[in-house]
Each structure stands twice: as structure tokens, then as C-alpha cells.
């Protein structure tokens, strides 16, 4: 079985996934509102992948006035309201092997973990990005430029919803220029984040909203 039944009852194949079958109203925006990030591990509430998009979205056009990055960005983890967040920890430890050679254990990369994900993904932006009237694959600008702001958010995401383990992240994510900030952020309930993630699709990529209509 590979493929998935939504909140309004549309079936996405995972393998051939049809743009016809993305609704942006009644099922990509509340699914994300209810995928939650960091594993769940935020003791404030379920952080939203819904929430997380728009506070990307928000900061890349407050920096560069460019809906189209702020379109990008809001939609770079759309695919998630299929698949959830599955978190980078994990996803590296599905990409390690662990054998024993000579009583000794030894730590096998498995690269075809990731790229198999990564074609599944590439898959679902593909028909999400096509739903929305946009091209895939990203410029490779853009998609420099959404990475980028990814490790920002996700840099102060973490120093304002999590409590510090005593280990250092990725060094990448260390390095990361905090996004600024009116205030904390707080975690938004599912309700709100959809609703909030609508607005920026009509704000950004109104064109989404006036195909599906």
C-alpha cells in the first residue's frame, strides 16, 4: 500500500502523485498545522510544521520584499502534511548500518536511506508545487535561499522552544544567524497555524488558492 487517504478523503498516491489531488484549504494547511516538530519534544505544545513555515515565509519577505522566496519557503516542507516530520536524527541513524567485524562494532553508511527520501519528497513537492501554479524544481537560487533561512528558523526555534541538552547540534545549525524576533515565539494552536499558513499561500502565492477554488 502506497498510498494515503487525507482529511477530506482525496487518496495521494506516494509513488505518482496527481496535482489534482492537493487541496491547500481542506487538507495540506490543517495536516500541517497538526504535525508537530522536534519530535514533539517542546514543552509548551505541539510546534507546528504549519507555524514553522510562516515564520519562515514572514522573515524571508521582510528581508528581501520577494513573495517568490517567501512562496518557497512556505511551501518547502508542504509535503510533510503526507509523510510528517521525520526528524534529522532519525533519518541518520536509518543511514547507518551497525555490524560487527572481528568482535569489534563498526558503523556502516547506508546512503540509499536518504536518497530514497529524498525522491519522495522531490515527488510530493513536484505535485504541491504544481497545485500551487509553480514551477519544480526550485531555481537554484531560491532553493540556496530556502535552505538557508530552513537553518535559521530552525536555530531559533531551538534556543527559544527547547530546554538545552548540553550537546552541540550540527555545526551548520550552530552557525546559523538567529531570525529576529517581536518577542518569543510562542506555540500556536492547530486552529491558528492553519489558518495563519492560508493567509501566507493567499499573501504569497495567491494563484494556489485561486486554482483550487
Known amino acids: 500500500m ?6 477530506t478523503g482525496r487518496i495521494v498516491d506516494l509513488l505518482r502523485p496527481d496535482p489534482a489531488a492537493i487541496d491547500f484549504r481542506g487538507d495540506v494547511a490543517p495536516q500541517l498545522a497538526r504535525v508537530a516538530r522536534f519530535g514533539g519534544a517542546v514543552g509548551s505544545g505541539a510546534y507546528s510544521v504549519a507555524q514553522h513555515c510562516v515564520v519562515g515565509a514572514d522573515a524571508l519577505y521582510h528581508e528581501t520584499r520577494d513573495p517568490t522566496l517567501a512562496a518557497a ?11 510528517g516530520d521525520i526528524t534529522t536524527p532519525v533519518v541518520e541513524a536509518l543511514s547507518v548500518h551497525l555490524t560487527v567485524d572481528n568482535g ?6 547506508v546512503p540509499e536511506v536518504r ?30 535561499v530556502v535552505k538557508a533561512m530552513d537553518l535559521r528558523v530552525l536555530r531559533t526555534e531551538r534556543d527559544q ?9 550540527a555545526s551548520e545549525v550552530e ?14 494552536p492547530w486552529p ?15 494563484q494556489a488558492l485561486n486554482r483550487a477554488a
Open 2 to 7: 502506497t498510498w494515503l487517504s487525507t482529511t
Open 73 to 83: 519557503f512556505l511551501l518547502h516542507d508542504a509535503h510533510e502534511y503526507l509523510i
Open 104 to 109: 569489534r562494532e563498526v558503523a556502516v553508511r
Open 115 to 144: 536518497m530514497q527520501l529524498s525522491r519522495l519528497k522531490s515527488r510530493l513537492d513536484q505535485a504541491i508545487h504544481h497545485a500551487a501554479g509553480l514551477p519544480w524544481p526550485l531555481p537554484r537560487h531560491t532553493a540556496a
Open 161 to 169: 522552544l527547547t530546554v538545552p541538552c548540553g550537546r552541540r547540534w
Open 175 to 188: 552557525a546559523a544567524k538567529p531570525v529576529p524576533m517581536r518577542g518569543r515565539l510562542t506555540v500556536w
Open 192 to 206: 491558528k497555524a492553519a489558518d495563519e499558513w492560508l493567509m501566507r499561500l493567499d499573501r504569497y502565492c495567491p
